[in-house]
């Protein structure tokens, strides 16, 4: 068993994979300030529940947009665990050629994204990872990931929706029974939910005419299982462990060097 580690903007999504199975998945806030002392008393707590000891895991690998989270999580890993966790960026093995200006650039989530779709999709493919920003990721039909678009989330947009206008207030993204809205709030998640799915599908389709190929498309993150029923594409596909089995693979690839 090995421990899988999304450190994002909004949240940490940690995962007990086995063989490349998912046992188990916590989610805490992220929260600069947290020591590595109360993250591990935190995922201690968490596992614990479940019936796991993070004790008995084999290694450790972790995505991060959050440079300032990554020693923090890691360090209270090791606390649990001693196990010191494999951190995607330069130097680590994952099949994935990164056709951009400048490859570091290139988040550790979108590029575990890249990796498990390359095994699981049709090619071209394009991954989409939300979050506080919602990351867009392209696949060529020859395996290379040649960019991509970043897009602000939802929950910021709602965010900014409530703090910028006066009569509009902070709502809960639950999805709306109608695209037109009969009251504010019903208004607002129908704006973002159908918004984000509606930009989607125009990003997908000015995809496919840059590519001059049809795409598939694989969604994950928070907010992706109620935003990918209503995207129109043809082929976009709910994926919730997309990231956790591309930071799978990665690991076994790097295993030897560990």
Sequence with gaps: M?????IGNGAVVFCCVERGRRLHKFVL???PERTADEYAALM??????AGLELRDIQGAIAASVVPRLTPVLCRAVEQLSGQVPLVVGPGVRTGLNIRMDDPTEL???????AVAALDRYPLPCVVV???TATAIGVVDRSGCYVGGLICPGMALSSSSLAEEASQ???????PPKRVIGRNTRDSMRSGILHGTAAMLDGLFARIEAELGAP???AITGDGAADVTPLCRHARVRLDEDLVMRGLWKIYCKNRDNI
Excluded: F, N, W
């Design 44 to 49: 201690d707590l968490l596992t614990r529940h």
């Design 2 to 6: 090995i421990l899988t580690m999304d």
């Design 215 to 217: 795409v598939q498309v």
């Design 29 to 31: 806030s992220s929260v």
């Design 129 to 131: 990872d939300m979050g």
């Design 168 to 174: 509009l207030h902070d709502i809960s993204l639950e």
């Design 107 to 113: 988040g550790g989530d979108l590029v575990a994204a």
